[in-house]
T-cell receptor, first 113, second 110 residues
Framework: QKEVEQDPGPLSVPEGAIVSLNCTYS??????FMWYRQYSRKGPELLMY????GNKEDGRFTAQVDKSSKYISLFIRDSQPSDSATYLC?????????????FGKGTKLTVNP | DAMVIQNPRYQVTQFGKPVTLSCSQT?????MYWYQQKSSQAPKLLFH???????NEADTPDNFQSRRPNTSFCFLDIRSPGLGDAAMYLC?????????FGPGTRLLVL
């Protein structure tokens, strides 16, 4: 079993739809949970960062962490064509004084006008 | 603005010709990372530094080397690039659990 599992999609939705992106993980040592957005041919951009179970909201984006189920989600409300990108979940645990990030494979999202 | 800067954004090299990619950061973070990302794949960690302490991943090819002369700069050297090394190379820094990525350098090997 891989440490982080993410459905690669692709996912195609109409503009205005609610999008749900999910990852599961197996390593209970993970302490930090992140979602990155990556546009084509660009570096990943940090979208959301959480370190505890529960919900965190930022504008149209909500990150949800359920440590008991080892499951994280990213919800996008009122999706826009500009949200079309690959979304990578990532999680980390401190190892020897530095954080090592483990990424999901990424989900490619297309929002159609 | 504080950021992670990578140069060049695009690099073309010939098979077997050494190439160096550079990264600088104005975030003053202790930890810096180099990742390789191939098309439709997640970034793959090559190296990371905690201050000047160097750590390479077990499966990072010997062809890849890294240098960090000071807190702000980090270099990735590819001694003899092969066709399979064509990829996006991402530099990142981290603070308190989250990582911040540069825009990447796309390497083409001819």
């Amino acid at each position: 079993q891989k440490e982080v599992e993410q459905d690669p999609g692709p996912l195609s939705v109409p503009e205005g739809a609610i999008v749900s992106l999910n990852c599961t993980y197996s390593n209970s040592a993970f302490q930090y949970f992140m979602w990155y957005r990556q546009y084509s041919r660009k570096g990943p951009e940090l979208l959301m960062y959480t370190y505890s179970s529960g919900n965190k909201e930022d504008g149209r984006f909500t990150a949800q962490v359920d440590k008991s189920s080892k499951y994280i989600s990213l919800f996008i409300r009122d999706s826009q064509p500009s949200d079309s990108a690959t979304y990578l979940c990532a999680m980390s645990a401190f190892q020897g004084g530095s954080e090592k990030l483990v990424f999901g494979k990424g989900t490619k999202l297309t929002v159609n006008p | 603005d504080a950021m992670v800067i990578q140069n060049p954004r695009y690099q073309v090299t010939q098979f077997g010709k050494p190439v160096t990619l550079s990264c600088s950061q104005t975030l003053n973070h202790n930890v810096m990372y180099w990742y390789q990302q191939k098309s439709s794949q997640a970034p793959k960690l090559l190296f990371h530094y905690y201050d000047k302490d160097f750590n390479n991943e077990a499966d990072t090819p010997d062809n890849f080397q890294s240098r960090r002369p000071n807190t702000s700069f980090c270099f990735l050297d590819i001694r003899s690039p092969g066709l399979g090394d064509a990829a996006m190379y991402l530099c990142a820094t981290s603070s308190q659990g989250s990582q911040y990525f540069g825009p990447g350098t796309r390497l083409l090997v001819l």
